[in-house]
């Protein structure tokens, strides 16, 4: 069992102060409403571990929030602040140091201010170095709250995909440029749809040409992309080593449908 005993000297502002000394009103707008964001760092041997990281991860939190970074809130200056809390609270070994940023200011739901303050508070541990858990972890899956499912898809209209590239960009002459100008913007929207998708289904078919699907199917697989192919026994041969790479292979999209709902919610 790790104990942990607050300490009561903090940093407000960059100020250090007994915490019995700040007042409620300086902190209440962010603990009320939430409007913040904190850090927990852990102290071993009397040094806090990867602050750095964790002075990105709150600048990207403020970003984010859009509160303003102080001209005080610097990486610099924070580590100085909380060598200077650790040992005025006299911790040589193991701790905990709690960094919390918070809209300053009043207002209600909309603030009216959006300007940064920030507390540091320290904790002594019982011990020094990290511990796991020697009982194990209990694991389950929670059903309750399902993640939403958005489908992305490239452009269907064959002839705006042919021609998306001299409609914006300008006639071309030669062919060639023609169709490279329109491939280069299509693959925008491909593959960016393809890198965000958790689950790729490639269908192949009269409508849908082999070159294109082949080339999105095989960008798929190189991200490690969960792959659905969808095709008729016609293409089996040509598409012997997609089929082999894929996850499962369909021939209906009823086949396509049943699997992403088993994926999904584990039922058929």
């Not at 659905?228 to 396509?256: C, F, M, Y």
């Amino acid at each position: 069992m790790i104990y942990l005993q607050t300490m009561n000297k903090v940093c407000f502002n960059g100020e250090i102060l007994n915490v019995e000394d700040i007042e409620l009103n300086d902190v209440r707008r962010g603990f009320s409403f939430g409007d913040g964001a904190f850090e927990t760092i852990k102290i071993v041997n009397g040094i806090p571990l990867f602050l750095n990281y964790h002075y990105k991860r709150l600048s990207s939190a403020l970003k984010k929030l859009k509160i303003d970074e102080d001209q005080h809130f610097r990486l610099e200056e924070l580590k100085s602040n909380i060598f200077n809390l650790i040992e005025l609270n006299h911790i040589q070994e193991g701790g905990v140091v709690r960094l919390s940023v918070f809209r300053t200011g009043s207002g209600t739901y909309l603030p009216n201010s959006n300007k940064l303050s920030y507390i540091i508070e320290l904790k002594k541990s019982s011990s020094n170095l990290y511990q796991t858990n020697n009982k194990g972890l209990k694991i389950d899956v929670f059903n309750d709250l399902l993640k939403p499912i958005n489908f992305l898809s490239p452009n269907t209209n064959h002839e705006l995909s042919d021609d998306v590239g001299i409609k914006i960009l300008g006639d071309e002459d030669n062919k060639f440029w023609h169709d490279h100008k329109s491939a280069k913007i299509n693959s925008i929207r491909t593959k960016n749809a393809i890198e965000q998708s958790d689950i790729v289904i490639v269908r192949f078919g009269e409508k849908y040409k082999q070159w294109n699907a082949a080339f999105d199917a095989g960008y798929a697989i190189g991200l490690s992309k969960s792959l659905i192919v969808l095709h008729n026994d016609e293409h089996q041969h040509a598409l012997k080593e997609i089929d082999a790479s894929a996850s499962a292979v369909t021939k209906t999209v009823d086949e396509v449908v049943r699997i992403l709902q088993y994926s999904s919610t584990k039922k058929i």
